[in-house]
């Protein structure tokens, strides 16, 4: 689509955008203190680069404060979050001045169940506002906030408790999906009895999404809603330093453990506002909804962070994308006047299957931008989601980042950079990726490899938590003098991006990230598996599906198939569940005994040859027995 297609007025001309990629570049120092001066600091940053202190040091700030208090005297009667619960008829609404209330009660909770600055607070609910509330109020008081994700299994929940070393959960007496009921405070029941002794958690907050009674536990749990209505209504906000930790967001990575991303204050709530302006064109009067669960960094930073910083409307949807019917979204942004819709191209594959008419039958021209983040998109859905659900009318931000980045990375800009279907296009302004070939010597021209980014950008994760040298050798030891970004991508003629995927064995099922190792050491635990590999196959909904070959041990039963899928499920969370397991004799193994995930992946697409030179393996006969042995679906 050519820019001029498109009929709105967007905030940044092709020409304001090249002067700020010229600045960021020539002059990165004043381009970032110039930045800064989004936030309302107590005390000001002394510099604007990234030092051993992480960015902005020397700058002093609260996080909440920044969402809410500075907004109140101008905004205090606009909407900050319109939540639409999954009754159609039921919306709540909460005004800066009432989302400020609010969390000043709940941040006023925190201190009275002997909450510290500093001190780590799970956050474990579906969709509702008391997330964000909680959020907010953690930072108010300078605790740092860990979100579980409520698609965790016990175990999942349990090791994120344990290395966070959180004191205080807040979870919900159920959820509910569609007509399905999450039973989140029996999860996290079943979480604290499996660790008990390894966890700090003193007090358990439940919030009472539904009317169903749950057990609670004298003395560690209480209701939330009796102590928040009793709690005063003003809190002062603690002011932390820029580098002092907002929060830890686990996701997983090539090893088994979970990793602990830490996220700081000021360097990270500066790249949330930017990216959100810059990307989303955020404008006076947007209502802005993402897609994505607080639990995942999407939802933290443009789910929260983001439109708040920026004094937006954050629309918050506690249902699914087809319940009651197909196109509930679609009535979601119609009812709401949705401007600014941010999803994800697994949503979106689901929601082509249900046709174009169900779009149809909905007023969508409140929309003026499009994003999706997660995985790669492809050019059907790129065209589908822009044609049916933007009438070619709006922009289309395709964009790359990740968990550890803080924000996005690479997109383009609505009304300054030309979208090309599929590609996430050019990096932001003051962004620089650089491909590498395996040795690690820079690419240039049109070209693929390995995604790495020159310098430092104020989202990057500060380290991750308990493991500095995990980050150390993860990030930045790889490919050394670069930030290795675990993706590669293909670079064309005008300088775009095409994100190809993970190059190092993480799985992205549905955009959620599942480490191959994640998923080999739960299936360790199962002691009829000898040995186990995990690997990724393209999927026509979730992009990528989990297939799992498991070795069996002498005398393994003959259900060794539901076992496997038991320890998965059990230790990861049901969004694991593979596609298919194959029990099998052995592994394609190097003489060092090293599984050829290669090998694994071009059998379990069906694949019958071009497998190259297979004399390096130590039992060369073992892939021609595969694949005699795995039928693969059609
Ligand atoms: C993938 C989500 C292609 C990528 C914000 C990355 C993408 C991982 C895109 C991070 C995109 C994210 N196109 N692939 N636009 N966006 N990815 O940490 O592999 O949950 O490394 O962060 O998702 O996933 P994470």
Redesign the pocket.
């Known amino acids: 689509m050519s820019l001029s297609s498109q009929p709105h007025t967007f905030r940044l001309s092709p020409a304001d955008y090249g002067h700020l990629v010229e600045q960021a570049t020539v002059a990165p120092e004043q381009y970032w203190a110039r930045e800064s001066t989004r936030l309302t600091w107590s005390t000001n940053p002394s510099q604007a680069h990234c030092t051993k202190d992480g960015w902005f040091p020397g700058g002093v700030l609260n996080a909440s404060v920044n969402c809410l208090d500075r907004h109140l005297e101008k905004r205090g009667d606009q909407h900050a979050l319109v939540w639409q619960a999954e009754e159609t008829d039921r919306v709540v609404t909460f005004t800066y001045r009432t989302l400020h209330e609010r969390v000043c009660r709940m941040a006023n909770v925190l201190r009275q169940q002997g909450v510290q600055t500093g001190d780590r607070v799970a956050i474990h609910l579906p969709s509702v506002p008391e997330g964000l509330i909680a959020m907010l109020a953690c930072a108010r008081i300078g605790a740092i906030h860990v979100v579980l994700f409520g698609g965790f299994s016990p175990e999942a929940i349990a090791d994120r408790l344990a290395d966070s070393g959180a004191v205080l959960v807040i979870t919900a007496n159920m959820g509910r999906r569609g007509p399905k009921r999450i039973p989140f405070k029996t999860t996290l029941d079943a979480a604290l009895d499996l660790r008990l002794e390894a966890l700090a958690v003193r007090h358990v907050l439940v919030v009472s999404v539904t009317q169903d009674d749950v057990d609670l536990t004298t003395g560690r749990d209480m209701w939330l809603t009796p102590l928040l209505n009793e709690a005063p209504a003003d809190c002062a906000a603690q002011d932390m330093p820029a580098s002092a930790p907002l929060f830890l967001l686990y ?1 997983s990575g090539s090893t088994g453990k979970p990793k602990g991303i830490v996220h700081g204050t000021g360097g990270y709530l500066v790249w949330a506002s930017y990216t959100h302006e810059l990307v989303f064109d955020h404008q006076e009067g947007d209502i802005f909804w993402c897609t994505a669960d607080i639990g ?3 939802g933290h ?1 443009y789910g929260v962070y983001g439109p708040l910083l920026n004094g937006g409307t954050i629309l918050l949807f506690e249902g699914m994308p087809s319940y009651p019917g197909p196109g509930r979204w679609w009535s979601v942004i119609q009812d709401h006047k949705v401007t600014t819709f941010y999803t994800s ?1 697994t949503a979106i594959r689901a929601l082509m299957r249900e046709g174009d008419e169900v779009v149809q039958r909905h007023d969508l021209s409140s929309l003026r931008v499009l994003g ?6 492809s050019q059907e859905a790129w065209s589908w989601f822009n044609d049916h659900v933007g009438g070619g009318r709006c922009a289309f931000v ?8 803080g924000g ?1 990375m ?2 383009p800009v609505p009304g300054a950079v030309r979208e090309k279907p599929a590609s ?1 296009t050019l990096p932001l302004p003051g962004v620089h990726p650089v491909l590498l070939d395996e040795r690690g010597a820079p690419k240039e021209g049109a070209t693929e490899g390995v995604l790495c980014l020159r310098g430092s950008w104020p989202g990057r994760a500060l380290t991750i938590w308990n493991d500095a040298a995990l980050f150390e050798r993860t990030y930045l030891q790889p490919y050394p003098g670069y930030y290795f ?3 590669g991508a293909r670079r064309d003629e005008d300088g775009y991006y095409w ?1 190809t ?2 190059v190092d064995d ?1 799985i ?1 099922v549905s ?3 599942i480490g191959s190792a994640e998923i080999e050491d739960a299936l360790a635990t199962e002691l009829a598996i000898a040995e186990s590999a995990a690997i990724g196959v393209p999927h026509d909904l979730k992009g990528q599906g989990i297939v799992v070959y498991v070795v069996p041990r002498d005398n393994a039963p003959e259900d060794l198939h539901v076992r496997a899928a038991k320890a998965i499920t059990s230790k990861v969370g049901r969004y694991a569940a593979p596609e298919r397991i194959h029990v099998v004799p052995d592994l394609p193994k190097t003489r060092s005994g090293k599984s050829v995930r290669r090998l694994l992946r071009k059998i379990a697409c069906g694949e019958t040859e071009g497998f190259g030179d297979l004399s390096t393996l130590a039992d060369p006969e073992i892939v021609a027995t595969l694949i005699a042995l795995i039928q693969v679906p059609k």
């Open positions: 996701t995942w960094i999407t930073t191209p999706t983040v997660g995985e790669p998109i395709d964009t790359w980042w990740q968990t550890e980045s996005i690479i997109s996430a970004t675990g993706d994100i995927g993970r993480v992205n955009g959620h990230r």
